[in-house]
């Protein structure tokens, strides 16, 4: 059956949902309904996606969304298709950038704006498979000491491991649970469940709707589809065949031969490098 709606795992998909000025009051909605704040979030401001090192050997960082609610506090919300070596040191990586960036010249008390690190992951994380929090859906990180007592309450790591989401529609019971399982579901949906009824969602089905879309649009996300689906294999018989593991003792041949693949399905070479750990240049050379 032809798909109705996006597929929000796709870098297009996703963006067209909660990365555009159009879909803003969507991210604040879901966002609000991830981190269940007193203070709830009124309004965001859409930031450069571009990060820079300070100096010319840093590696470059390219976010999904990164986006600043009304009182400075930082967002950035990523999504991962598909399972990369050293993926919770990438996003402790990423959250060095909005930390840095609050540096004021000259005299300075060093108080900083809240980061967020949001994660929304389509695999889990192999080291809780022996865990009892193997089914965890919500990861909720933060810095705390040797009691168990939180040492820094301004920075946050989110990570949401959605195929630990199996609610049915009748068992959804939370805000959250409704934006899970309309991101879960959403490329099968032929018609919009009851429980969606809300100006919100409506407004989200809105954007999602192929039928909407114009002829550019239209290409540019089946393009975004076909690296889906190509990275999507790519990766996982890579994992499947233990290359992967050749990445982590660093052999060069490995990363090149990965790198090779996912260049020639036309993949984003930010994804390839923060995939391979091969620079730009590398890249381009193959």
């Given amino acids: 059956m032809k798909a109705k709606y996006i597929n929000p795992f796709t870098d297009f998909g996703f963006k067209k949902i909660f990365g555009e000025e159009a879909s803003k009051i969507l991210l604040i909605d879901f966002l609000n309904a991830l981190l269940l704040q007193t203070n709830k979030i009124v309004d965001l401001n859409f930031k450069n996606t571009e990060q820079l090192g300070q100096t010319d050997t840093d590696r470059k960082v390219i976010y999904d969304i990164y986006c600043e609610n009304e009182i400075g506090e930082k967002f950035i919300v990523e999504l991962q298709k598909a399972k990369q070596n050293y993926f919770k040191e990438r996003t402790i990586y990423y959250s ?4 840095r960036e609050q540096a004021e010249k000259g005299e300075w008390n060093y108080n900083l704006k809240s980061v967020y690190c949001i994660g929304i992951l389509d695999f889990t994380f192999d080291d809780y498979e022996e865990s009892p929090e ?7 990180i933060k810095l705390k000491n040797q009691k168990g007592n939180i040492f820094y309450e301004k920075l946050t790591y989110i990570y949401i491991e959605m195929p630990n989401f199996k609610k049915a529609e009748s068992e959804l019971t939370s805000r959250l649970d409704k934006w899970l399982f309309f991101i879960k579901n959403l490329e099968d949906f032929q018609n919009i469940p ?3 009824s809300d100006e919100i969602f409506t407004k989200a089905f809105e954007k999602a709707e192929l039928a909407k879309f114009g002829a550019v649009d239209l290409d540019n996300y089946e393009t975004s589809l076909k690296i889906y689906r190509d990275l999507k294999g790519v990766i996982d018989t890579a994992f499947d065949e233990g290359k992967i593991e050749g990445i982590i003792e660093g052999k060069l041949e490995k990363k090149v031969e990965i790198a090779k693949a996912l260049k020639e399905n036309g993949v984003s070479i930010h994804i390839i490098i923060n995939t391979t750990g091969l620079t ?5 050379e193959l």
């Fill in 194 to 196: 009851a429980i969606f």
């Fill in 280 to 284: 730009e240049d590398e890249i381009n």
């Fill in 134 to 140: 193997k089914n965890e859906v919500v990861h909720t």
């Fill in 96 to 99: 060095t950038f909005p930390i």
